[in-house]
């Protein structure tokens, strides 16, 4: 079973990075959430040959799948995945959406997948990714409001807040 641990440093040098997901923020505070089924996710994927800006991948991986423009995403960490065999890592990065687009189908998988704002103190709970996933959804949501200037009063507690589709 691979383990999994939370970095906020730089990626190590020789150290692969196979994704980079972004925890998306729209301008109100809520945090978008990709759902396929039952999963709940965060928009991103796997680097494209010569691809090597994770920036660059989050904004493609984000129209792809979510159909949002951002703005300049802020790297976050990294989470690093021991599989026993060749480790790796999964960049996490937080961004602005700048502009919404009609859903539409992603051109990898051809699914169109729904969008859900959520409070981000619902993030954890949702995407159910353990300890780590905690960790990660805490340092995106503070980064939001210290880097990003999403504002963090405007939005009532986690409980009061309903689930919306974008």
């Keep these: 079973m691979p383990k999994f641990s939370w970095h906020t440093d730089a990626v190590p040098a020789g150290l692969a990075v196979r994704q980079v997901y972004g925890f998306l923020f729209a301008p109100d505070g809520r945090l978008l959430i990709r759902v396929d089924g039952a999963k709940h996710t965060l928009p991103g994927g796997r ?54 687009h009609p859903a539409a189908p ?32 805490t340092a995106a949501a503070e980064a939001a409001v210290e880097v990003l200037g999403v504002p963090s009063d405007g939005l009532p507690p986690s409980d009061d807040l309903p689930v919306g589709d974008l």
């Design 106 to 137: 992603d051109p990898d998988s051809g699914r169109t997948y729904r969008r859900l704002l959520v409070h981000p103190g619902k993030a954890g709970d949702l995407l159910a990714w353990g300890e780590t996933g905690y960790l990660q959804a």
């Design 47 to 100: 680097p494209e040959p010569g691809e090597v800006s994770y920036a660059d991948i989050l904004r493609r991986e984000s129209m792809e799948e979510v159909t949002v423009d951002i703005h300049e995403p802020h790297y976050l960490g990294y989470q690093c995945v021991d599989d026993g065999i060749s480790p790796y890592a999964q960049v996490r990065m937080a961004a602005v959406i700048r502009r919404a």
